[in-house]
């Protein structure tokens, strides 16, 4: 049974409304109303929570790449050595993206529809996600350059990220799959 501090916030319930919302219509297909209704309140009583729909993507999308920069960093923290930092990063990657499949497609859709020092801040965030993977990249392969580690990187995402289109397993078998293709192609690369 959970307890209360289980429960989500009204705001964090507001959040994975609107992620649901905008997974599936866009971030311009969805009207405020249609966010207060998935949560049981009107539209114009979400403003109490969030200034805007506006403000609404952009904590959704700041706060996705927060989340992975600070929980890749805690992981690699965490390991062992550098292979243990690698497998790390993709198993956490891999747990994202199955875990939160509305809040990729928002950010792979919407991104651009967040102002543009919103914008910046989420880019400056990936950055640091990357400089993450770059550097235990790196550590655990001395030999590859650093853009090539930068690009095997952003490939790695690209192909976990695809989960919401290319789930077709159940969450384990999927896990599975997307950690051994993921650490097999970062293997793989070379410069």
């Not at 409304?17 to 049981?40: L, M, Q």
């Not at 095997?152 to 789930?167: D, M, Q, R």
């Not at 159940?170 to 950690?179: C, N, P």
């Amino acid at each position: 049974m959970p307890t209360d501090a289980a429960k989500p916030s009204r705001r964090e319930q507001i959040l994975a409304a609107a992620a649901e919302k905008f997974a599936r219509a866009g971030f311009h297909g969805v009207g405020i109303d249609d966010i207060g209704s998935a949560v049981g309140i009107s539209g114009p009583a979400l403003y109490r929570h969030f200034r805007s729909k506006d403000a609404m993507l952009a904590e959704l999308l700041t706060g996705i790449s927060d989340r992975l920069l600070r929980g890749g960093q805690d992981r690699v923290g965490e390991a062992a050595d550098p292979h243990d930092a690698l497998d790390r990063l993709v198993r956490w990657h891999v747990e994202f993206a199955l875990g939160n499949p509305a809040l990729i497609t928002v950010h792979m859709r919407d991104l651009d529809s967040l102002a543009e020092t919103d914008r910046h801040k989420v880019r400056e965030l990936q950055r640091s996600y990357v400089e993450v993977w770059v550097d235990v990249l790196c550590q655990a392969r001395p030999e590859l350059p650093r853009p090539t580690a930068r690009a095997a990187a952003h490939a790695v995402f690209g192909l976990i990220n695809s989960t919401p289109y290319s789930a077709h397993l159940d969450v384990e078998a999927m896990s599975r799959l997307l950690h051994s293709m993921a650490l097999g192609a970062l293997d793989r690369a070379t410069s």
